[in-house]
């Protein structure tokens, strides 16, 4: 028995109620309380959905700072975002769209990425609360890249399953003023190297693992065949079949498993958009020929 289908089994519970959206991916859960601290079999069942549905969606949960923080601590340590960390709480990235109108929404959320793939050792999970909905729009779509990467035709798949890609931070650049600051962020986080095909640590499925917003190039390839192979893996995301789409209301909370989606924050809305993020840190990306 594979671990994929243990987990399959193991979500299998009473604990809540489960409510696939797509085909693809996605579950919205209810009957739970997440403001109180996860039993040991509440968290076996939840971590078994996370695996299955890849992001699991609730309602209604008015969390506060230190509730959320002990959410995502339940299921491992959490990162600090290296420029927009909550001042009071670190754990904590706030996103507000008033602050960064016609920057951030038009460069990073509004454009498919999965999370902190600048890092040596990105994020394993995500938990995303809303605190202010603009009232109409501001949907999250979700793409399963588990599903993106088996779609390929068999020559691209061989083709791309030993190649690695470099990742950086450079798109944070625009919202630090200080050149030296500037510098600062790019000595603590050097470009990295991924496998452009990833293994899902707890899974073993391969899934697609680069994405617009942080990947830059794939190595060993010329520049023009690179970005061509780039923009058609880009592309092959967005395919509707892949993907779950989730309209928010204050209290709602999206929980991704960031290794094997991805997520695009449709920047189609007026006024203001007020969200907080926990992150889950997770571990060096291994592909299909990476060294155990």
Request: aromatic share 8%.
């Amino acid at each position: 028995m594979t671990v994929l289908e243990k987990t399959l089994i193991a979500s299998d519970t009473d604990l809540f109620e489960i409510k696939p959206l797509q085909p693809s991916l996605g579950a919205q859960i209810s009957g739970i309380d997440l403001s109180q601290p996860l039993t040991r079999p509440l968290h076996a069942a939840l971590h078994a959905a996370l695996l299955r549905y890849k992001v699991l969606f609730f309602r209604d949960q008015h969390l506060t700072h230190d509730q959320h923080i002990a959410l995502g601590a339940a299921f491992g340590d959490l990162e600090t975002h290296p420029v927009f960390a909550h001042p009071d709480h670190p754990e904590i990235l706030p996103l507000r769209s008033k602050e960064f109108a016609g920057k951030y929404r038009s460069t990073t959320d509004s454009n498919w990425h999965a999370d902190t793939t600048f890092r040596a050792e990105p994020s394993a999970a995500s938990i995303l609360i809303q605190r202010v909905s603009p009232g109409l729009g501001g949907d999250t779509v979700f793409a399963n890249a588990v599903a993106a990467y088996e779609a390929l035709d068999e020559q691209t798949k061989a083709r791309i399953d030993g190649l690695t890609a470099i990742h950086d931070t450079r798109i944070f650049l625009q919202f630090i003023e200080s050149a030296e600051k500037r510098a600062a962020l790019q000595a603590q986080y050097p470009p990295v190297e991924h496998p452009v095909v990833r293994i899902h640590p707890e899974t073993g499925e391969k899934l697609l693992y680069v994405n617009s917003v942080f990947t830059r190039e794939i190595v060993g390839l010329a520049p023009g065949d690179s970005e061509a192979l780039l923009a058609r893996l880009f592309d092959q995301v967005k395919r509707p079949e892949f993907q779950v789409r989730w309209s928010w209301q204050p209290g709602s909370i999206a929980f991704w498993d960031n290794r094997a989606t991805q997520h695009y924050a449709v920047p189609d809305y007026r006024g203001n958009r007020e969200m907080e993020r926990v992150t889950i840190v997770g571990e060096r990306p291994r592909g299909p020929q990476s060294p155990n």
